[in-house]
């Protein structure tokens, strides 16, 4: 408390504040109290006044532990406690030391912070997977796997994924600055990855030794064999498509080549145009033929002479042939009808008109 308190004389150009622990929140934050005060409400103070704040440990980064499912103290981490502070997280259970000194360095040596991802966590440290580092890479890609502790490939350093290694979807630098001076870490000692870096990684990434969870943190409803077979059936697929492309190609190179050879045997073979000339399409001259005389007419054949035209001769009149007495009165029977014969069948009148 009596360092703190002097902080603005004893360091009057600013300071670094280094946060480790969880900050409990639930009942007042007096689960964890410094000098009868809540633990939150000194970080807040320190934090704010502070040139950076370097959260160190998962617990510091978002809870940890005592912030996971179930715990009684709802804590969390400096960004969220302290959400003011010039802030950068070391996560990891525990965090590397190794990170915390390369980032004083960095700030002592440029004024500024290294660079984050959306977490506020270093790049430089947790800016690739652990999986793509691990000196077991190899057995992963021949699919030599450790099948049980202790079986024989736990004997010959295979690896671990099938005894719920999260090295594939877990971001830190451990399988290259190692732990202890580079003496070890995890992985090397025979266990797999639990995912300490990552957010939530008691709830995210557990348990510990079953294979992958069945949800992705960053991808909730993809699992992690899900994403194999798609790049299986992706790279399938490009390749695919790549063989068709260049049969296609060497179909059409064949189909030309031939054409190419059909057209230079015609050429070979038909005459060669005369240079200069075009052709007319004028249509041919016309040739009369010579008049025929006609042969003489025989003698009895000869035609006989023609009268020369002269007057109309006059038709004569036409005579009416004198009528016979017996058929005088006929047509005009036939012209008119006459009055009822008696004793021709008259239509029958109806009752009342008789
Ligand atoms: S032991 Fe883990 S991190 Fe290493 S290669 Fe296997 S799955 Fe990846």
Same mark, same amino acid.
């Given at each position: 408390?009596?360092?703190?308190?002097?902080?603005?004389?004893?360091?009057?150009?600013?300071?670094?504040?280094?946060?480790?622990?969880? !900050?409990?929140?639930?009942?007042?934050? +007096?689960?964890?109290?410094?000098?009868?005060?809540?633990?939150?409400?000194?970080?807040?103070?320190?934090?704010?006044?502070?040139?950076?704040?370097?959260?160190?440990?998962?617990?510091? #980064?978002?809870?940890?532990?005592?912030?996971?499912?179930?715990?009684?103290?709802?804590?969390?981490?400096?960004?969220?406690?302290?959400?003011?502070?010039?802030?950068?997280?070391?996560?990891?259970?525990? +965090?590397?030391?190794?990170?915390?000194?390369?980032? !004083?360095?960095?700030? /002592?040596?440029?004024?500024?912070?290294?660079?984050?991802?959306?977490?506020?966590?270093?790049? #430089?440290?947790?800016?690739?997977?652990?999986?793509?580092?691990?000196?077991?890479?190899?057995?992963?890609?021949?699919?030599?796997?450790?099948?049980?502790?202790?079986?024989?490939?736990?004997?010959?350093?295979?690896?671990?994924?099938? +005894?719920?290694?999260?090295?594939?979807?877990?971001?830190?630098?451990?399988?290259?600055?190692?732990?202890?001076?580079?003496?070890?870490?995890?992985?090397?000692?025979?266990?797999?990855?639990?995912?300490?870096? %990552? *957010?939530?990684?008691?709830?995210? %990434?557990?348990?510990?030794?079953?294979?992958?969870?069945?949800?992705?943190?960053?991808?909730?409803?993809?699992?992690?064999?899900?994403?194999?077979?798609?790049?299986?059936?992706?790279?399938?697929?490009?390749?695919?498509?790549?063989?068709?492309?260049?049969?296609?190609?060497?179909?059409?190179?064949?189909?030309?080549?031939?054409?190419?050879?059909?057209?230079?045997?015609?050429?070979?073979?038909?005459?060669?145009?005369?240079?200069?000339?075009?052709?007319? /399409?004028? *249509?041919?001259?016309?040739?009369?033929?010579?008049?025929?005389?006609?042969?003489?007419?025989?003698?009895?054949?000869?035609?006989?002479?023609?009268?020369?035209?002269?007057?109309?001769?006059?038709?004569?009149? %036409?005579?009416?042939?004198?009528?016979?007495?017996?058929?005088?009165?006929?047509?005009?029977? /036939?012209?008119? *009808?006459?009055? @009822?014969?008696?004793?021709?069948?008259? *239509?029958?009148?109806?009752?009342? @008109?008789?």
């Amino acid at each position: 408390m009596a360092a703190r308190s002097s902080l603005d004389e004893r360091i009057p150009d600013g300071y670094l504040a280094v946060v480790e622990g969880a !900050i409990p929140t639930a009942d007042g934050g +007096m689960a964890c109290a410094i000098g009868g005060r809540p633990f939150k409400d000194v970080v807040r103070e320190v934090c704010d006044g502070a040139i950076a704040t370097i959260a160190v440990g998962s617990c510091a #980064f978002d809870g940890g532990a005592p912030g996971a499912n179930g715990g009684r103290t709802d804590a969390v981490g400096v960004a969220e406690a302290a959400p003011n502070a010039h802030l950068i997280s070391l996560s990891g259970c525990p +965090m590397n030391v190794e990170n915390l000194t390369a980032t !004083i360095v960095h700030y /002592l040596t440029f004024k500024e912070l290294p660079a984050t991802d959306g977490r506020h966590r270093p790049l #430089f440290a947790y800016g690739g997977l652990i999986h793509n580092e691990c000196e077991r890479r190899a057995h992963f890609e021949f699919g030599e796997f450790v099948l049980a502790w202790g079986d024989e490939g736990a004997q010959k350093g295979w690896c671990l994924y099938k +005894m719920g290694c999260k090295g594939p979807e877990v971001f830190a630098n451990c399988a290259s600055v190692q732990y202890a001076s580079a003496t070890s870490w995890n992985i090397k000692a025979g266990h797999g990855c639990i995912g300490c870096t %990552m *957010p939530d990684f008691w709830d995210s %990434m557990g348990p510990a030794h079953a294979r992958l969870p069945a949800t992705l943190p960053f991808a909730p409803t993809v699992t992690a064999d899900q994403i194999g077979l798609g790049l299986v059936g992706g790279v399938a697929a490009v390749t695919a498509a790549h063989g068709a492309a260049t049969y296609a190609r060497e179909l059409r190179n064949r189909v030309v080549g031939r054409r190419r050879a059909a057209t230079a045997a015609i050429a070979a073979v038909a005459p060669a145009p005369v240079e200069g000339r075009v052709a007319t /399409l004028e *249509p041919p001259e016309v040739v009369s033929p010579e008049p025929v005389e006609p042969p003489p007419a025989p003698a009895s054949m000869e035609a006989e002479p023609v009268p020369a035209p002269g007057p109309a001769a006059t038709p004569e009149p %036409m005579t009416t042939p004198e009528a016979e007495p017996g058929l005088e009165a006929a047509p005009a029977a /036939l012209e008119e *009808p006459g009055p @009822s014969r008696p004793g021709a069948d008259a *239509p029958e009148q109806p009752e009342s @008109s008789r």
